[in-house]
Nanobody, 124 residues
Framework: QVHLVESGGGSVQAGDSLTLSCTASGNTASRYSMGWFRQAPGKEYEFVAAISRDGRLRDYGNSVKGRFTISSDSAKNMVYLQMNSLKPEDTAVYYC?????????????????WGQGTQVTVSA
């Protein structure tokens, strides 16, 4: 069993930056990738970013490319999401997921474990 805990959410102004963290604990195994998804009120889940455990593979959703950066610390089983130039449309609950595979995926249903989510609110 794997337990994921997100942190770092909050309320900011448009143009501000925020960094989310996700810590994986339990039986994480040695081969996995992690990703971030978000869900705004009344909307579907949206892929944000994903990274392999060794950091060599990364992928981003189109709406965050150039503004968000995903990184990982394999020794700590942590993944980070640096969010810059935040916009009101970035407001959502952000979820961290773990996918037991070495490749990254944008498919939410492929992830095996999820955190409880952290709220990010960006005001104009």
């Amino acid at each position: 069993q794997v337990h994921l805990v997100e942190s770092g959410g909050g309320s900011v102004q448009a143009g501000d930056s925020l960094t989310l963290s996700c810590t994986a604990s339990g039986n994480t195994a040695s081969r996995y990738s992690m990703g971030w998804f978000r869900q705004a009120p009344g909307k579907e889940y949206e892929f944000v970013a994903a990274i392999s455990r060794d950091g060599r593979l990364r992928d981003y959703g189109n709406s965050v490319k150039g503004r968000f950066t995903i990184s990982s610390d394999s020794a700590k089983n942590m993944v980070y999401l640096q969010m810059n130039s935040l916009k009101p449309e970035d407001t959502a609950v952000y979820y961290c997921g773990l996918h037991i595979a070495t490749w990254v995926t944008t498919n939410r249903h492929a992830y095996d474990y999820w955190g409880q989510g952290t709220q990010v609110t960006v005001s104009a």
